[in-house]
């Protein structure tokens, strides 16, 4: 590396000799020249500097990738003693979906979208999702409802979208409730209306989803009193239907499921047991 004088910047330069009050650890680091031209004596960084900070990073460098192998090791560690499980559950919901149950055929398609237990795979995802909505599980309906509409793994389809979403709202789904206001707000699917935008972001906002009040609260101000009122009745009658649903169904004699119905002897198709 060419010196040059800090002086008169010439490059007739030579290696200047420590002297004894100078015995320090900045020689260390810092070897002094003197410019024959000027006679200016200076100090510049020396080699031993350079060799120095070539350790260091040589140091750096190894003790990360000594960290990152050793946090892999970690990570597929983790992977591996999740994965046991995940497997077994995976056995286990798949008896149960080959018989039809809902739950177990939206669990199984979660697992399959997002590879845990099973090899990610968005098809079978798609197909058991669908499955699982046809066989009435809420939460499936509500999430092929979104994938429809935002064409997730599926052709982007609004009226299949609004379909579901609402089937999902009307058995007490508070995010599907959400999703159905904004999309009644925006005009999704459907003709804009804020009268039903409003009646099911209230009742989302009573399920305390996130951002529901404050989305209600905003399509208020385009309503006009009595289009408030209205839709406040109609969330209460709303919701105390399905309240009442839920309630017929927690009683119900579980042998007279729609499954059983006409298979238990007590039952008739559609009929709980008589009491």
Known sequence: MQRKCPKCAGVNVRRSSVRAL????????????RCRDCRERFWVVSRHAYYLAGIVGVALVVGALAWNVGGTGSTRATVAARS???????????KLADKGDPAAEYEIAMMYANGFGA???????????????????????YEFGLALR???GAIQDYRGAMKWITTAAEAG???AQFALGIMYRLGTGTTVD????YTWLNLAAAQGVDGAAGVRD?????????????????ARR?????ARSQKTGSDADPRCSPGNAGQEPDCKAGVDAPR
């Open 238 to 242: 709303m919701n105390e239907a399905h």
């Open 119 to 141: 090899p990610k795979n968005n098809t079978e995802a798609r197909k058991l999702l669908e499955r699982a909505a046809l066989h009435g599980n809420p939460a499936a309906q």
């Open 84 to 94: 046991a499980p995940d497997a077994e559950r995976f056995a286990e919901l798949a």
């Open 150 to 152: 935002d064409g997730r």
């Open 22 to 33: 100078e015995v320090t650890t900045r020689h260390i680091l810092l070897s002094p020249y």
């Open 218 to 234: 905003a399509v208020m101000t385009h309503l006009s009193q009595a289009e408030v009122v209205m839709a406040q009745a109609e």
């Open 194 to 197: 804020n009268v039903k935008a």
């Open 173 to 175: 789904h508070g995010g």
